[in-house]
């Protein structure tokens, strides 16, 4: 009878593993819904490929990046050979991101012991490519040990003289993130294991410090401007993210932090300061993560959230802090399993902002994921939130795990359990989570930099595994799913012979459509309208009347309808300008010739006073605006200078800024001008 039953037992469970299974196989992954996804671009270089960075890139001075991409990583161009190790790899892909333009490899020639990767760049207010890392080296003493790599490249991809350099000394030494401050300089995060050399006589602990360091322009260091930062116990500390605070200058770094476990059991914690320009004592030294666990946290992203969508207050408010994005694994975190995604809101003093709304099984911040490794790497600030990115290899088919997040993942139809993108959108103020999704292919996936563009969409980067089982750059450019809502017109400021047109904008919404038509006739189309936008009447058939709209465009192809403004009479301005001078718009081509901007600045550098001048094409009379912008777009002086038979040249006296590189904005009607200035 127990034979019987045993083997009816055993047929019973095999049965309902095999339906099991078959289910299993029959379910779908679905298409993602809440992104739409534009293109996306594979780059298989060599072995284990990795992208670990991406950056919009501006290379014609518009002050908009929209001129293509910049990655930057590592390769493994000969797995297994004698030149066996990893490269930094950089390559510039065009706009539609289907070519690459050039790409460069760099290689530290401490073969087979290579250990070359790019981890982080930016482009810089001269507009040159800024890259940091590590590089495998004997540069300091004759044993070979990674070196802190740092590069500078035009936008075409040559190094500029002197360049790549390193800095350390005789322990391993990374440069993982780089940032511009607001005096010109680059600011470094990474981390030390010996003093000596750039470090000077600090004490550096062999297993790893905090390591922050400032170079001037053409790379020197000053050993005044580099700092190790630790906890009070042993263990391994990396820096991973440093910003420069937009409102007071000051630099924000976080990362991984073993020597803060207040156990000294070699368990992580996320440690964030907020150091002095002059490298003093940290002004705030924050560490969030523990809650009476021994397990691993800690910050891979740093970024400074605004309450205005892309602005930087001058006099922020208290609660406009920094936001940090990285892993959480105390116990069983919150989903009972591994690592998960975790964020930590601060305000502008450090001292966390609580989500209300999302899973916490830490003393600060919220988590997100399943019940599988889930690891976050970098964060956005996106309308609709805070857009999240790392890797998962949790799915909510996981039956033992009830809340899992994670709504899809390609291991669906594989027994095989394999890693993916994932995105997660989280409310930015409860950390609520929204909505997620996943992308990648059959094989382990992930992602390591997402980027907003400046038409609204996203840029992630990382790698994808391939056919052959090694990996590849992996970018995806894709938008939000959104309903844009229409812009609120003004009444129309008519006159005689011209209408001002304006309306409400959105700093979230990137780009305006203005129409506008006389009478009956076609529509004229002006993309990428400013407001206030002036017309006039452009012909004498006898019809004066005018209708015209405006409709959002909040990414490549999402916009809204067209709102409806007011219709307004305008007189025909005849064809001499002299009875249009009150309003005639001064086109941009009026400007330009030669691809230069007629509006001079001179002396350049200045050391306080330069003269403005600008010839228009048409002699007119008028009032007009000069603003001097720092690198954060904010209006540090502002002047009001009368043209004057179409010429202005005036001299500007007694700017007292910071030292650095700043744009004179003459405005003219709702047409902008802008001229590259260096304060000294």
Same mark, same amino acid.
């Given at each position: ?11 019973? @469970?095999?049965? /309902? ?11 779908? @992954? ?101 890259? @940091? ?85 053409t790379g020197y260091l000053n050993t005044n401007y580099s700092k190790v930062y630790y906890g ?108 998960? /995604? +975790? ?159 304006? +309306? ?41 009347? /005018? ?62 006073? /330069? ?70």
């Amino acid at each position: 009878m127990k034979l019987l039953l045993y083997c009816t037992l055993t047929i019973f @469970c095999i049965t /309902f593993l095999y339906h099991i299974r078959q289910l299993k196989a029959q379910c779908t @992954c679905d298409a993602p819904s809440n992104i739409s996804i534009n293109w996306s671009k594979p780059i298989d270089v060599g072995i284990d490929d990795v992208c670990w960075d991406i950056i919009p890139i501006d290379d014609d001075q518009d002050a908009v990046a929209d001129d293509g991409y910049i990655v930057v990583g590592s390769v493994n161009s000969d797995a297994g050979g004698a030149n066996s190790g990893m490269d930094i790899y950089i390559a510039r892909l065009n706009t539609a991101g289907t070519t690459i333009v050039w790409d460069e490899a760099w290689d530290g020639g401490m073969s087979p012991a290579n250990q070359d990767v790019a981890y982080s760049i930016i482009q810089t207010s001269t507009g040159h490519i800024l890259i @940091c890392g590590s590089t495998a080296t004997n540069h300091f003493g004759s044993s070979v040990n990674r070196n802190a790599w740092v590069g500078k490249m035009d936008v075409d991809g040559n190094w500029v003289n002197g360049w790549p350099k390193q800095y350390g000394s005789t322990g391993d030494d990374i440069a993982y993130d780089i940032a511009e401050d607001l005096s010109g300089n680059y600011v470094i995060a990474g981390t030390a294991s010996a003093s000596g050399n750039d470090l000077g006589s600090q004490t550096v602990h062999s297993d790893g410090d905090y390591w922050v360091f400032k170079i001037g322009a053409t790379g020197y260091l000053n050993t005044n401007y580099s700092k190790v930062y630790y906890g009070s116990n042993s263990g391994n500390d990396y820096a991973r993210s440093i910003l420069v605070d937009c409102s007071t200058g000051q630099y924000i770094v976080s990362g991984f932090c073993k020597s803060c476990d207040p156990q000294n059991t070699l368990h992580s914690q996320a440690n964030i300061l907020k150091i002095p320009t002059n490298f003093g004592t940290p002004d705030y030294n924050e560490t969030y993560g523990y809650n009476g666990s021994n397990q691993d946290f800690g910050s891979y992203g740093l970024i400074q959230p605004h309450s205005t969508f892309g602005t930087c207050a001058v006099t922020p408010d208290p609660l406009d802090g920094f936001l940090t994005i990285g892993i959480q694994h105390p116990a069983d975190g919150c989903f009972g399993g591994q690592h998960d /995604f +975790w964020l930590v809101k601060t305000d502008n003093v450090l001292a966390d902002v609580d989500f209300s709304e999302a899973c916490v099984d830490a003393d600060a911040g919220g988590a997100y994921g399943g019940k599988l490794k889930d690891n976050g790497h970098s964060v956005v600030q996106a309308c609709e939130g805070y857009l999240l990115a790392g890797i998962t290899k949790s799915n909510n088919l996981d039956l033992t795990c009830s809340n899992c997040q994670v709504q899809c993942n390609h291991y669906d139809c594989d027994e095989d359990e394999t890693e993916d993108i994932w995105l997660v959108m989280v409310n930015s103020e409860t950390g609520e989570y929204i909505w997620d999704e996943s992308l990648g292919a059959s094989g382990d996936d992930g992602a390591y930099s997402i980027k907003r563009v400046h038409d609204g969409s996203y840029v992630v980067a990382g790698y994808l595994t391939n056919a052959n089982g090694d990996t590849d750059f992996y970018i995806v450019n894709f938008e939000i799913v959104t309903t844009c809502v229409a812009p609120v017109l003004d009444d129309p400021d008519i006159s005689t012979y011209c209408s001002t047109l304006s +309306w409400t904008t959105d700093p979230c919404v990137p780009y305006y459509d203005l129409r506008y038509r006389e009478g009956t006739g076609a529509w004229v189309l002006v993309a990428n309208a400013s407001s206030p936008y002036v017309i006039t009447n452009p012909t004498n058939d006898g019809v004066n009347s /005018f209708s015209w709209g405006v409709r959002a465009r909040c990414s490549p192809n999402y916009w809204s309808s067209y709102t409806g403004g007011d219709g307004f009479n305008i007189s025909y301005c005849g064809s001499s300008p002299v009875n249009c001078t009150s309003c005639t718009k001064l086109a941009s081509q009026d400007l330009e010739y030669d691809n230069k901007n007629v509006l001079n600045v001179y002396p350049n550098p200045s050391s306080g006073s /330069f003269n403005l001048s600008c010839q228009f094409s048409l002699k007119v009379n008028r009032e007009a605006t000069v603003e001097i912008v720092d690198q954060l777009e904010r209006c540090v002086s502002t002047y009001t200078v009368e043209v004057s038979d179409g010429l202005i040249d005036q001299q500007f006296e007694g700017i007292n800024v910071p030292p650095g590189f700043y744009l004179v904005r003459l405005s003219v009607d709702g047409e902008i001008y802008k001229a590259r200035i260096v304060f000294q």
